[in-house]
């Protein structure tokens, strides 16, 4: 049986190939697999505002198509990042 963090990383795998990301973003998403991911959520229409992580199913300026939540190693805090893919 898979577990959560194996489905997060299968996910991860997925957006690498559905998303036309940057060098710096794949590096990230590398590292990301490293923690305890909460949640992966994306879009393909719309986007998550970066200041307050809601969604919204126009396309604005400053949302984003990838958010995920996490939580490092060694840390109690919850983490968000956003990537933008290129189109």
């Keep these: 049986m898979i577990n959560?963090?194996?489905?997060?990383?299968?996910?991860i795998d997925h957006l690498k190939e559905k998303f036309r990301l940057s060098g710096e973003e794949l590096v990230l998403l590398d590292k990301i697999k490293?923690?305890?991911?909460?949640?992966?959520?994306?879009?393909?229409?719309?986007?998550?505002?970066?200041?307050?992580?809601?969604?919204y199913p126009e396309e604005r300026k400053n949302c984003y198509k990838i958010q995920i939540k996490y939580e490092e190693e060694h840390s109690t805090k919850?983490?968000?990042?956003?990537?933008k893919p290129s189109a």
Excluded at 4 to 11: A, G, R, Y
Excluded at 37 to 55: K, L, Q, R
């Design 4 to 11: 959560s963090q194996e489905k997060h990383h299968d996910t």
């Design 34 to 55: 490293a923690n305890d991911i909460h949640s992966i959520s994306f879009t393909t229409e719309g986007g998550f505002d970066v200041e307050s992580g809601e969604f």
């Design 78 to 83: 919850l983490k968000l990042i956003y990537l």
